[in-house]
């Protein structure tokens, strides 16, 4: 018998919760045997959109909470004062071993500094990645970090890849992934202070395959599995690959319906053209896990729908049934434990 992953989803974070967060929870438990779900927030809405299910309900529960953290409220004064908060609640939960992971659509700021204030980081881990999933020409790569540490360190830097490396192996399974470290060129003097002094430090481990700076133009073709930098650049790196999908995906929808030969023609290419872009759908690749924490940590994105929901959670059946924490520790800090 497989064993359980219990998920603490936090019910009332996003813009479509608690509607498409129970939706995603209920699809989840409805096609997978191995995992249980714990709703976290206001009980009345969260048993009113379940009514509409059916679903086993031993594989879902839920735990009541009379606060709601928003995405304008200051990140470090909502965790310290809404102790009944979903956020607060079901991230100790995962403190607590009373669930395997924790998922939100809900603030960022709140998320990563929930995850590390309650959660806790592995011992040894200097600063935990925000790691999102991004489509490419040859599959996914991981670009970490998005948004978490906009002032790093090399010292970091090499621990994000290290982190990604094993995160790739074990969830994507990519075999002895390319790391690469974000640049303006390809030759090893350019960049930054920080990445001048980060790259000769990645390209003397042993225990990674790095392969040198990634350029930005380079990372839509699949060049790198584990694509490494600082928070501000990989966030924005992260907003301008969503923006430019969805504005080519508009024009390319403008430009088929702008006469009647471009009507016919849209016709005949439709379902090719639609498996295509379907590849380049972040939400069938779940959410963007915190790495480094004691336990599993995935933000999704703030409008996210029950299919990205569902498929986050699942990810967190990955995540434990591969004991990503555990090789992170022996093949990191090993002689820190």
């Not at 990140?75 to 310290?80: E, F, H, K, L, S």
């Amino acid at each position: 018998m497989a064993e359980i992953t219990k998920v603490a989803l936090d019910a009332m974070g996003g813009d479509n919760a608690p509607g498409q967060i129970v939706k995603g929870a209920v699809e989840a438990v409805n096609e997978r045997n191995d995992i249980e779900v714990i709703l976290v927030g206001d009980s009345q809405q969260i048993e009113s959109e379940l009514k509409k299910y059916q679903y086993d309900e031993n594989k879902i529960s839920v735990v009541h909470t009379t606060e709601t953290i928003s995405m304008d409220e200051p990140p470090v004064n909502a965790i310290r004062k809404k102790k009944d908060s979903s956020m607060v609640v079901a991230m100790n939960m995962v403190k607590n071993k009373e669930a395997d992971a924790f998922v939100s659509a809900g603030s960022s700021g709140a998320i990563l500094v929930g995850g590390q204030v309650i959660v806790g980081r592995i011992k040894g881990i200097e600063r935990p990645p925000l790691a999102p999933v991004i489509p490419t020409a040859a599959g996914v790569s991981l670009l970490i970090d998005s948004g978490a540490n906009v002032d790093a360190r090399s010292s970091h830097l090499v621990q994000f890849a290290k982190m990604g490396s094993v995160y790739m192996e074990k969830i994507a399974g990519i075999k002895n992934p390319k790391v690469a470290i974000v640049n303006i060129g390809a030759e090893e003097e350019k960049g930054n202070a920080l990445v001048k002094e980060t790259f000769p430090i990645l390209k003397n481990c042993t225990d990674i395959n790095f392969i040198g700076s990634i350029e930005a133009r380079d990372i839509p073709s699949g060049a790198a599995d584990v694509i490494v930098c600082e928070a501000f650049v990989g966030n924005v790196i992260l907003k301008l690959y969503e923006g430019l999908a969805s504005t080519l995906i508009s024009k390319i929808k403008a430009g088929m319906m702008s006469s009647v030969r471009s009507k016919i023609g849209a016709l005949l290419v439709k379902p090719a053209l639609k498996n295509t872009l379907k590849s380049f759908n972040v939400e069938k690749y779940g959410g963007a896990p915190l790495l480094g924490l004691n336990g599993l940590v995935v933000k999704v994105h703030g409008n996210s729908k029950a299919i990205e929901v569902k498929n986050a959670i699942f990810q967190c059946e990955s995540f434990k049934n591969e004991k990503i924490n555990e090789i992170i520790k022996e093949k990191l800090f090993i002689e820190n434990e």
